[in-house]
């Protein structure tokens, strides 16, 4: 048991001691470095205080600093991870050494805690040693997991608040706003009912004020959000834009092409229910239906046997 106790406590001071390392000396990003390059807000204004070029709103760029631009500054050059912690709303720049951390933390300390649990247990080696392993692959897969699902649920309520926007933003481009004053009008309302595609809206805003082209920011919107609806969405705009043609006609077509896909979704769920039904029926109702109605048939089969029999010994 000593030796055990050594053991572990070795690994667990070698663990943190690794740990540590990571966090310490984990090497920055590139985006990071040319961000810490840029010049500074007295930089970009000219001598006399007046603005110099479309990147001057100073406190614009310091917004897409903080929301955006600490991650990699092109979803193209981001990896896996990095995208599914955007796309989950993550975007600070400790985002991905912190689900980093966790993923060792739970490889880690899964194990150790099985390990330090069943020290007193007289368990076999084979066994200790397969409840470690599935243990410390639990940990592994566990926050990945995590992870996909809060994408999920954050994509399905960005992809219920869409219809919503479009029609707010039909509404202002009709009433003669440009879109960026329409993007700005439809982020300031729906921040208490979506905050999700509130906070998205706020993005591509504050990306145009910093000096990217609408195209982009349209771009990093559909990237940022991996919603389907949303990159189509971006991709009608870009075109629309391109093209010259009316934003507020293409925009109500894409809303009553969006509403559409909403109805057929909502029919091709209803359609799965009576399949997903089988299942619980199959292994829960049935079985609880069976004990009610059968029970007491087999309840008096059971005694007029056991009377027979009695009766027959005799």
Known sequence: MDLYLLLGLTLTFMLSVTLAGILVLRPRHAAAERLQQMPTPDAITGSAGAAVGPAADTKALAAVRKKT???PISMGDASEAQKMLHHAGFRSGT??????????LALAGLPALFFAGTLRMHLLPLQRFLGIVLLAGAGLVLPRLVLKRLVK??????????????DLLVVCVEAGMGLNQAIVKVAEE?????????????????EIRAG?????ALRNLGERTGVDDIISLAAMLIQTDKFGTSIARSLRVHSDSLRTERIQRAEEAAAKTTIKLIFPLLFCVFP???VVILGPAFLNLARIFSETVIQTSR
């Open 69 to 71: 631009f600490i991650a």
């Open 95 to 104: 985002a991905l050494a912190t689900y980093n951390l966790v993923r060792i």
């Open 153 to 166: 649920r954050r994509q399905h309520r960005l992809r219920l608040s869409l219809p919503d926007a479009l």
């Open 190 to 206: 729906l921040e208490r009912t979506h905050p999700e595609i509130s906070e998205e809206l706020k993005l591509v805003n504050l």
């Open 212 to 216: 990217r082209t609408r195209g982009e």
């Open 288 to 290: 609880a239906l069976l």
